[in-house]
Nanobody, 112 residues
Framework: QVQLVESGGGLVQPGGSLTLSCAASGFPFSIVDMSWFRRAPGLEREWVATIGAPAPNKNYADSVKGRFTIARDNTKRMVYLQMNSLEPDDTAVYFC?????WGQGTQVTVSS
């Protein structure tokens, strides 16, 4: 069955970096656009970034552009989100999504 499993979240100080990973299985990963979303406390889920397939075009929300980088490894069936210059407003549960499916999410907390 389809599985999307995120990892890599944690607590980081403002200005710090984290890399999130998402392991995908159960669907033709290499031809599916993959996205990251996030949901901050008390707010709606927000789109963060998308990487296309098979051509790896990338798109980002304005709030993360220039700080976050999405990447994929089709051989490993993995999608990544490199997050730099993290801010307290980046605190959220981050979700991986593709083929209409969602992972369980991984918590990112940016705090001093």
């Amino acid at each position: 069955q389809v599985q999307l499993v995120e990892s890599g979240g944690g607590l980081v100080q403002p200005g710090g970096s984290l890399t999130l990973s998402c392991a995908a299985s159960g669907f033709p990963f290499s031809i599916v656009d993959m996205s990251w979303f996030r949901r901050a406390p008390g707010l709606e889920r927000e789109w963060v970034a998308t990487i296309g397939a098979p051509a790896p075009n990338k798109n980002y929300a304005d709030s993360v552009k220039g700080r976050f980088t999405i990447a994929r490894d089709n051989t490993k069936r993995m999608v990544y989100l490199q997050m730099n210059s993290l801010e307290p407003d980046d605190t959220a549960v981050y979700f991986c999504s593709g083929a209409g499916f969602w992972g369980q999410g991984t918590q990112v907390t940016v705090s001093s």
